[in-house]
């Protein structure tokens, strides 16, 4: 049996900053505490080192905070409105005006597409990158959430994000203080029923 000392990482608190990883939304947020800049730009960094096929590094991402949050706000509302038609709900209209007032900071999620490697495997390597984020968030005590609703799927949101039209807007990455208490259950199924073996 392996001893603690022969790994050069402490596994044990790589184990639970996995396994206490959770969603927090916008709503769970500490109102008005901001995160430093440097701790951004340090999740940032982290995100930039997640795999990616023939080292394309597809993660595009575009920070907002400060009135950066409001313009964000007002774009995403605006924006779900023109094209929500017949389907048009208030309570979102005004949920999608709310959500970036009440982040630290809001980190849109963009996918820059080449013809090099499959687009799948592009979306898989921003995925990656994303999950390195969030876990690096929750080594800083941060809470997170990655949503893809609001103007995620509108193609005519892309260019407000740099972003052209072969390329994909993945999302939005909330982020902020916990309120005090804040939590998320979260369970998962037994690895024992998604798992086979082969040894032979």
């Not at 050069?8 to 995160?35: C, K, M, T, W």
């Not at 340090?42 to 905070?65: D, G, I, M, Y």
């Not at 799927?153 to 005090?180: H, M, Q, S, T, V």
Request: aromatic content about 10%.
């Amino acid at each position: 049996m392996a001893e603690a000392s022969d790994f050069p990482f402490d596994v044990e608190q790589i184990n639970r900053l996995v396994h206490e990883r959770r969603s927090l939304q916008p709503v769970q947020f500490a109102p008005g505490r901001i995160i430093p800049d440097e701790i951004i730009q340090q999740l940032l960094e982290n995100a930039n080192w997640a795999p990616t096929h023939k080292r394309t590094e597809p993660w595009r991402f575009v920070v907002f905070s400060g009135a950066g949050l409001q313009r964000l706000a007002t774009f995403q509302s605006e924006t779900y409105k023109r094209h929500a038609g017949e389907k048009f709900q208030q309570a979102k209209y005004e949920k999608l005006a709310q959500m970036p007032l009440l982040s630290s900071h809001a980190i849109a999620i963009g996918l820059k597409r080449t013809d090099e490697v499959p687009e799948v495997e592009e979306v898989e390597a921003v995925a990656c990158a994303v999950q390195n984020l969030h876990l690096t968030a929750t080594a800083y005590g941060l809470a997170g959430f990655w949503g893809s609703g609001g103007v995620t799927y509108i193609e005519e949101a892309k260019p407000f994000f740099g972003l052209e039209p072969a390329d994909r807007l993945l999302g939005i990455f909330w982020l902020g203080y916990p309120k005090e208490g804040a939590t998320a259950r979260s369970t998962r199924k037994p690895i024992a029923e998604k798992v086979t073996w082969v040894t032979q």
